[in-house]
């Protein structure tokens, strides 16, 4: 990484010399336009250098600053996403995780909250997934499968009664086995 951030720092910096060269090599042949003294292009090149070299200076003396500032934001950037992938690979190996901490000064805090949210969210899905047989959901299944069965008998009624005579209606009937199904899928 500090070698690419060297490299794209030189190319920056060779580009905006030559551009500012390029810049100072227009004006020249606007002074030559103008009854300016003619220069050879190296004497034009020196002076542009002996002008400008404290540019030069000033960028090799902030490089280190800039690359050390690119290595601990990188890592502000990289430690998060190593603990995250970390915790990641505990969660499909069905390992218990507990939820994520960043150091002081990293980055990817609002994702860090959606983070956790989903390991408290799993949390609580594999509590309610290992309840024992004899909890709370037992008496609603019951109920809903007599809920069920009552319905069904009424249905088998309403159905007996149309083959012995009785007039039923065929509304009636298909709105209490839709109420039935709806029942039946809660």
């Known amino acids: 990484m500090l070698r690419q951030m060297t490299f794209y720092w030189f190319v920056y910096h060779l580009v905006l010399w ?3 060269f390029c810049y100072r090599y ?3 042949r606007g002074e030559l336009l103008a009854g300016g003294l003619p220069l050879s292009f190296t004497e034009l090149y020196s002076s542009f250098v002996s ?3 404290s540019m030069l200076v000033c960028a090799v003396a902030v490089l280190p600053i800039v690359l050390w500032d690119m290595l601990k934001t990188t890592h502000r950037i990289a430690g998060p996403l190593v603990r995250f992938r970390n915790v990641i690979g505990q969660i499909t190996r069905g390992e218990a995780v507990k939820k994520v901490g960043l150091r002081k000064g990293d980055m990817l805090g609002d994702f860090l909250v ?3 949210s989903l390991i408290e969210y799993l949390s609580q899905e594999s509590k309610t997934e290992a309840m024992p047989a004899n909890s709370t959901v037992e008496p609603q299944v019951a109920e809903d ?3 069920s069965r009552e319905l069904e008998s009424e249905i088998a009624s309403r159905h007996d009664g149309a083959e012995t005579g009785h007039e039923c209606d065929d509304d009636d009937s298909q709105d209490v086995v ?3 199904s709806d029942s039946a899928s809660i």
Request: no cysteine; aromatic share 16%.
């Open 145 to 147: 499968d007599a809920k």
């Open 18 to 20: 030559h551009v500012m």
């Open 51 to 53: 002008q400008h070299y």
């Open 178 to 180: 839709l109420a039935g």
């Open 26 to 28: 227009l004006q020249y």
């Open 114 to 116: 959606s983070f956790n």
